[in-house]
């Protein structure tokens, strides 16, 4: 299946798709997280039969409900193109590194130079956590920084 990527300047980004019974379909990704949900006339290309906009928070609940599985995906695929580039998912011990502390606490960035960009807690997406962020055992935290950045964090998460 193919999926075409329109950017919308100031506004964010719309991803369009046919499926296999033929309708099309986009998905209008807003810079603010909202999301909205188009489907296409199927008489007039131009024109929209309906959509429904959906908050930040609605929408990582329809991401869980359809599988998080294309986002690991496309994070594959953006490791392959930004060289030097590292991805990992760091599960968080019962009660060594940083688990009972913030993002904060532990001056993640600043000591290792790596970012945590989301938490998946008890089937739960918490996309771009905050220093105030408490960590819990059994979290899993994707981390994004360079191989040696990382390895650092995974380090300082979990020991």
Same mark, same amino acid.
């Given at each position: ?14 991803? #369009? ?7 099309? &379909?986009?998905?209008?990704a807003r810079r603010?997280?909202?999301? =909205? @949900?188009?489907?296409?006339? #199927? =008489? ?8 429904? #906009?959906?908050? %930040? =928070? ?5 991401? =869980?409900?359809? !599988? !998080? ?11 392959h193109e930004v060289?030097?580039?590292? &991805? ?17 606490? !532990? ?12 938490? &998946?807690? %008890? %089937? ?7 220093? #105030? @962020?408490? @960590? ?7 981390? &994004? %920084? ?14």
């Amino acid at each position: 299946m193919e999926v075409f990527e329109t950017p919308l300047p100031g506004v964010g980004s719309r991803y #369009e798709f046919t499926t296999a019974a033929g309708d099309r &379909i986009a998905v209008v990704a807003r810079r603010d997280r909202r999301r =909205e @949900f188009v489907l296409y006339d #199927e =008489e007039d290309p131009d024109a929209c039969r309906a959509s429904v #906009e959906l908050t %930040g =928070e609605e929408s990582a609940v329809v991401v =869980e409900l359809l !599988g !998080g599985t294309k986002l690991t995906e496309r994070l594959v695929d953006l490791r392959h193109e930004v060289e030097g580039l590292a &991805i990992e998912w760091v599960t968080m011990p019962d009660a060594t590194g940083l688990t009972g502390r913030t993002i904060g606490d !532990g001056r993640l960035r600043t000591a290792t130079g790596a970012s945590v960009v989301a938490v &998946i807690r %008890g %089937g739960n997406s918490i996309p771009g956590p905050g220093p #105030e @962020f408490g @960590f819990e055992a059994g979290d899993v935290v994707l981390v &994004i %920084g360079s191989h040696a950045s990382v390895q650092a964090a995974n380090d300082l998460l979990t020991r």
